[in-house]
């Protein structure tokens, strides 16, 4: 959909040219995703480097001789330190923003300790797996995600990202909730198989080049409203969701609907996702009648 609008700004004829950069940045939100988790494993180190520089201080306080390790010990951090994977991808895709940027890790890392979440969580030295997987829940919730000089950083470092964000976050935090003890720190793929990445490119290609018969789908569905009136985001939202329903015969018309509609509320105005609605509802009676949706498989309709 923002590609699309990008088109229509900048007055582009170039699909290639639009179709590279955006699977150029469906790549970059996958950075994004390996950055906030390298987040939370540079801090847990740089705790754990903290004390041991303190405990080996000359004259070094009874606590730092013999400190509190629950934190670097914790089993969600120590999973996700060790984990293959994710070392892998980091390594391959040379994700190294915190090596170079250490000062944000040390401002977040000094938030967590200021916490009540951090002063509740370290009242005792005895690790729980259940504790210590909703304590970094709760911290990456309440503590990292709304920093703001780490949302300037992500921000000034990738414009892209802004929207990518809240995805991302909600992503991670879906995972911390499903791993389970003992059990291997695996990432997500961005791509669930080579057709998931394929549709990316075939309903972008498939929108532009055929806005002109998909906006004939609708002008005359609106009466009620001057189409020189209706927000431009919203017209390329209608075109995307007919073309999923008369193009991709493997995606559930309900599917499509509610997918669209929650990217009118994201994006478009306050009552566009009422708009958007209507009109789809109205388009799915008449290409129903007509015999024009050829959805195959159960449930898709």
């Not at 540079?42 to 306080?61: G, M, P, V, W, Y």
Request: aromatic share 10%; net charge negative; with cysteine.
């Amino acid at each position: 959909m923002q590609s699309i609008y990008s088109m229509h700004q900048n007055g582009s004829d170039s699909l290639e040219k639009q179709e590279k950069f955006l699977l150029y940045s469906i790549e970059s939100m996958f950075d994004l995703y390996l950055i906030m988790f390298s987040a939370l494993i540079e801090i847990r180190r740089s705790e754990a480097d903290f004390i041991e520089k303190s405990s080996k201080k000359h004259l070094s306080t009874k606590e730092e001789r013999d400190p509190n390790l629950k934190f670097v010990n914790n089993a969600v951090l120590t999973y996700l330190d060790e984990s293959n994977s994710l070392s892998i991808a980091l390594e391959n895709r040379k994700i190294n923003n915190w090596k170079l940027n250490d000062d944000y890790i040390l401002l977040l890392l000094k938030d967590i300790k200021d916490s009540e979440l951090y002063q509740k969580y370290m009242s005792n030295r005895v690790n729980n797996f259940a504790e210590d997987k909703q304590f970094i829940l709760d911290l990456f919730t309440e503590v990292i995600v709304p920093n703001e000089k780490l949302y300037d950083y992500l921000e000034d470092y990738k414009l892209t990202w802004v929207d990518d964000i809240p995805l991302v976050n909600t992503q991670i935090q879906k995972e911390l909730k499903a791993l389970e003890e003992g059990q291997d720190f695996r990432l997500s793929k961005l791509y669930k198989d080579e057709e998931d990445k394929e549709f990316v490119s075939q309903l972008f290609r498939k929108t532009v080049l055929n806005e002109p018969e998909l906006a004939k789908e609708y002008i005359d569905k609106t009466p009620n409203w001057d189409t020189e009136r209706i927000a431009e985001i919203d017209t390329i939202i209608l075109k995307m969701a007919i073309c999923e329903f008369l193009k991709f015969p493997s995606i559930p018309i309900k599917v499509t609907i509610n997918e669209y509609l929650e990217i009118a509320k994201e994006y478009s105005t306050p009552k566009s996702s009422i708009f958007i609605n209507g009109i789809l509802d109205n388009l799915v009676k008449e290409f129903q009648t007509a015999n024009k949706l050829n959805k195959a498989g159960r449930g898709l309709l």
